[in-house]
């Protein structure tokens, strides 16, 4: 009875706003997907390794596919080492061209 009365501007708001009003399943989920794996087999887990498997879960969970990630995450190592032996290759030419500074009489 405490409870209610405590509650009650709460409980008419609830009602009021029904149609409004969603529930959420986060509880759920976080019981479902990360216990099923991460504490249901009892399991010593590093942090990096926690951090990976929760990611794997959600991602399944989520209908991603995984391979679909991995494509995508190689053609950003591409990207990056396209980049980096294009930098290099800048630097090599810089360096070929050999640009020495000049003292010009006028500009002193």
């Known amino acids: 009875m405490k409870y209610l009365l405590n509650n009650v501007e709460g409980i008419k708001n609830l009602y009021r706003n029904k149609k409004e009003l969603h529930g959420c399943s986060a509880e759920g989920h976080v019981s479902h997907i ?26 399944k969970e989520n209908n991603v596919s995984i391979k ?24 090599k030419i810089k360096e070929s061209i050999n640009l020495k500074p000049v003292n010009v009489p006028i500009m002193n």
């Open 34 to 59: 990360y216990s099923d794996r991460m504490s249901s087999r009892l399991m010593g887990w590093s942090r990096e390794n926690i951090n990976n498997m929760s990611r794997l879960r959600t991602t």
């Open 68 to 91: 679909e990630i991995l494509t995508n995450s190689k053609k950003v190592i591409e990207l990056k080492e396209i980049q980096k032996i294009r930098n290099q290759a800048n630097a």
